[in-house]
């Protein structure tokens, strides 16, 4: 059975940085492409980011995009999501995501296109 484990969150203030990792097991010989979502309390769950999984595809939400950058190690079943000058809209659960190797995403994908789902990781950035 797969399961995602993420980690790395934390307390910040506006304009620091965050690394969020996220472990894979349980795939067995499967390929997997991974994604992070994230969920603002009152708001509904948003994609963040997605690399394929060659990692040589990476697509981002705007809010995002030239802040965050998503890179995997795939000898550890690791991605990560590097998060620089954060902002305090950025507050929120992560979630990472995995989702068949063969997803294409040339839009923004949506939850029901990632099959697992780790517990998630709280980020608070404080302005």
């Known amino acids: 059975q797969v399961q995602l484990v993420e980690s790395g969150g934390g307390a910040v203030q506006a304009g620091a940085s965050l690394r969020l990792s996220c472990v894979l097991s349980g795939g067995a010989d499967s390929s997997f492409s991974m994604g992070w979502f994230r969920q603002a309390p009152g708001k509904e769950r948003e994609f963040v980011a997605h690399i394929s999984w060659s990692g040589r595809f990476t697509y981002y939400s705007d809010s995002v995009k030239g802040r965050f950058t998503i890179s995997g190690d795939p000898a550890k079943n690791t991605v990560f999501l590097q998060m620089d000058r954060l902002k305090s809209e950025d507050t929120a659960i992560y979630y990472c995501?995995?989702?068949?190797?063969?997803?294409?995403?040339?839009?923004?994908?949506?939850?029901?296109?990632?099959?697992?789902w780790g517990q998630g990781t709280q980020v608070t950035v404080s302005s």
């Open positions: 995501a995995a989702a068949p190797a063969m997803l294409m995403v040339e839009t923004t994908p949506s939850s029901s296109d990632y099959d697992y």
